[in-house]
């Protein structure tokens, strides 16, 4: 009997630059078709992160010095102790936060700017965005996700923040007309100065083409960091929870390496750029 045995490339984190902070794994406002992560699909799981697991990692990683800690989800804003997250973690490095933007009113910008004011670190933010046609962003994501995304660009902006707008082209549109198309949205407020990145989707049940790893050339956001989150220490905050991004329980021991074997990988892959690290 042949049998044959396929082997995962191993990625090995080069430098630990980026903390992902999952504040929580399902809890979020909205629903958007190309999500990575499988929500329940009608309950609400309030599922948020302890604070304490957060001071504790950020001990553990006292003599680590990151570059930025991103506090992700699902959608991190819905996390009740919030705020007092992000003074603790903008006292260890610079903090970004991924979000959708609905929860950044005027009146929050004017706060975050505050916090950022009393902190050494600064405040960084991925605003998703997929489309500059409201109808078909709201398709995608939630309707009113359009409006939300451009006000809380509009009100980061005023007060002097240069958020990163987080394409995923959905629609596997040209890249050119879509980056014009959103430029043109924010170029009154701030032109020329808009930062946008669009990411290619993948569909996460896709076969996994067992091809990639001699495709691998590009940075990964696990070569340059980990995810933090409630059940313990993942590669990337795609694979967080998942076993096959498992790397330990805490930061005092937990593994540098990590088999690409995941359709996930191939949205890396095929990005050839990190997905949620800022390069
Ligand atoms: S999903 Fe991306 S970042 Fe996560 S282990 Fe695979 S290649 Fe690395």
């Keep these: 009997m042949n049998t044959t045995v396929r082997k995962?490339?191993?990625?090995?984190?080069?430098?630990?630059?980026?903390?992902?902070?999952?504040?929580?794994?399902?809890?979020?406002?909205?629903?958007?078709?190309?999500?990575?992560?499988?929500?329940?699909?009608?309950?609400?799981?309030?599922?948020?992160?302890?604070?304490?697991?957060?001071?504790?990692?950020?001990?553990?990683?006292?003599?680590?010095?990151?570059?930025?800690?991103?506090?992700?989800?699902?959608e991190p804003m819905t996390h009740p102790n919030f705020n007092s997250i992000l003074r603790l973690c903008l006292k260890k490095s610079a903090v970004c936060i991924c979000t959708n933007g609905s929860f950044i009113n005027e009146k929050k910008a004017r706060f975050l700017k505050k916090v950022e004011e009393e902190s050494t670190n600064e405040i960084f933010f991925r605003i998703s965005l997929d489309h500059y046609d409201e109808i078909k962003n709201d398709d995608?994501?939630?309707?009113?996700?359009?409006?939300?995304?451009?006000?809380?660009?509009?009100?980061?902006?005023?007060?002097?923040?240069?958020?990163?707008?987080?394409?995923?082209?959905?629609?596997?549109?040209?890249?050119?007309?879509?980056?014009?198309?959103?430029n043109k949205l924010f170029s009154d407020k701030n032109p020329g100065k808009t930062?946008?990145?669009?990411?290619?989707?993948?569909?996460?049940?896709?076969?996994?083409?067992?091809?990639?790893?001699?495709?691998?050339?590009?940075?990964?956001?696990?070569?340059?960091?980990?995810?933090?989150?409630t059940k313990g220490i993942y590669s990337c905050p795609f694979l967080s929870g998942d076993y096959r991004g498992r790397c330990g329980s805490n930061f005092k021991d937990y593994s540098k390496n990590i088999p690409l074997e995941t359709s996930f990988c191939m949205t890396c892959i095929k990005n050839s750029t990190q997905m949620f690290g800022i390069n």
């Excluded at 902070?21 to 499988?38: F, G, L, P, R, S």
């Excluded at 990411?199 to 996994?208: E, G, T």
Aim: a positive charge; glycine letters at 2%; one cysteine or more.
């Design 8 to 74: 995962s490339q191993i990625a090995t984190m080069k430098n630990f630059d980026n903390l992902f902070i999952e504040m929580t794994a399902k809890y979020c406002n909205q629903k958007c078709k190309y999500c990575y992560i499988d929500f329940p699909p009608f309950k609400k799981v309030e599922d948020f992160i302890e604070t304490e697991i957060i001071e504790n990692a950020l001990k553990d990683l006292s003599n680590t010095k990151i570059k930025c800690i991103y506090l992700t989800g699902a």
């Design 140 to 182: 995608i994501r939630y309707r009113g996700a359009y409006r939300q995304a451009v006000f809380a660009v509009k009100h980061l902006m005023r007060y002097n923040f240069t958020p990163i707008i987080t394409v995923t082209n959905y629609y596997n549109e040209n890249q050119q007309v879509l980056w014009e198309g959103i």
């Design 195 to 229: 930062l946008i990145e669009i990411k290619q989707w993948h569909d996460k049940n896709s076969v996994v083409n067992t091809n990639i790893a001699e495709k691998i050339q590009h940075k990964l956001d696990c070569e340059y960091g980990r995810t933090l989150s």
